[in-house]
């Protein structure tokens, strides 16, 4: 959308209809579940507008009831495949509340990738999981304590020098933001901004690199991308 979406208001109805961008079975291509078989529910909109982000989330005008969101997963997903990735736009710009307590029940595990600027009250579940890319200065109170794993994006140079994280805001090009800091003793993953250009986007990976080795953290790549899988 390259920061061109409109910014959404989160929305409070019952979860029962949701605005769905896209339905695919792929592989998970970053963070903790990278290369796992994964049925993605791409949910449309977002509240925040990122200048750099590669992804189209506004121009689906499919809304489906719970049952036949469900339904189409179900024909996507092979018996290998028990994993359910719910990201966006925002997921929890919407009630996915039903949609995630329904995919539990089918002892499906659910990742959500979400930026952490919003909350909808989820069962605490081990087959939960919650992954935060934080993209703001305030994650909300209430899913800090559920957060799985942080993962950032990063760009050369553009990091504090004490713990290799982002201090460039992802609103407005050019602009210093310190990005909220994980907190408590989750997983940190790096992840090198994808800026298009062969050069730029080879001194942001070795600089994950050494972030990685330097701090701890774990590296993850657009896999997606790179071996171009659907």
Same mark, same amino acid.
């Given at each position: 959308?390259?920061?061109?979406?409109?910014?959404?208001?989160?929305?409070?109805?019952?979860?029962?209809?949701?605005?769905?961008?896209?339905?695919?079975?792929?592989?998970?291509?970053?963070?903790?579940?990278?290369?796992?078989?994964?049925?993605?529910?791409?949910?449309?909109?977002?509240?925040?507008?990122?200048?750099?982000?590669?992804?189209?989330?506004?121009?689906?005008?499919?809304?489906?009831?719970?049952?036949?969101?469900?339904?189409?997963?179900?024909?996507?997903?092979?018996?290998v495949c028990d994993l359910i990735v719910i990201t966006g736009g925002e997921?929890?710009?919407?009630?996915?509340?039903?949609?995630?307590?329904?995919?539990?029940?089918?002892?499906?595990?659910?990742?959500?990738?979400?930026?952490g600027t919003l909350w909808v009250d989820l069962p605490d579940d081990p087959?939960?999981? $919650? #992954?935060?890319?934080? *993209?703001?200065? =305030?994650?909300?109170?209430?899913?800090? +304590?559920?957060?799985?794993?942080?993962? @950032? /994006?990063?760009?050369?140079?553009?990091?504090?020098?004490?713990?290799?994280?982002? $201090? #460039?805001?992802?609103? *407005?090009?050019? =602009?210093?933001?310190?990005?909220?800091? +994980?907190?408590?003793?989750?997983?940190? @993953? /790096?992840?090198?901004?994808?800026?298009?250009?062969?050069?730029?986007?080879?001194?942001?990976?070795?600089?994950?690199?050494?972030?990685?080795?330097?701090?701890?953290?774990?590296?993850?790549?657009?896999?997606?991308?790179?071996?171009?899988?659907?």
């Amino acid at each position: 959308m390259r920061g061109s979406n409109p910014l959404r208001l989160k929305e409070h109805g019952s979860g029962q209809v949701l605005w769905v961008q896209e339905v695919f079975y792929t592989l998970q291509g970053e963070g903790p579940f990278s290369g796992h078989p994964s049925v993605f529910v791409r949910l449309s909109g977002c509240n925040l507008a990122c200048y750099w982000c590669d992804t189209e989330f506004e121009s689906s005008t499919w809304k489906p009831h719970l049952e036949e969101l469900l339904e189409k997963i179900a024909q996507l997903r092979p018996a290998v495949c028990d994993l359910i990735v719910i990201t966006g736009g925002e997921p929890f710009r919407q009630n996915i509340k039903p949609l995630v307590l329904a995919l539990l029940e089918q002892n499906m595990r659910v990742q959500i990738e979400t930026n952490g600027t919003l909350w909808v009250d989820l069962p605490d579940d081990p087959r939960l999981t $919650i #992954v935060c890319s934080p *993209k703001t200065a =305030q994650l909300h109170a209430e899913i800090v +304590p559920r957060i799985s794993a942080y993962k @950032y /994006v990063v760009t050369y140079q553009q990091t504090d020098s004490s713990d290799g994280l982002p $201090i #460039v805001s992802t609103q *407005k090009a050019g =602009q210093s933001l310190r990005i909220a800091r +994980p907190q408590g003793e989750m997983p940190v @993953y /790096v992840m090198p901004l994808d800026q298009y250009d062969e050069d730029a986007n080879r001194r942001n990976t070795q600089y994950c690199v050494d972030i990685a080795k330097t701090f701890g953290y774990k590296l993850t790549l657009q896999t997606h991308k790179i071996l171009a899988i659907d």
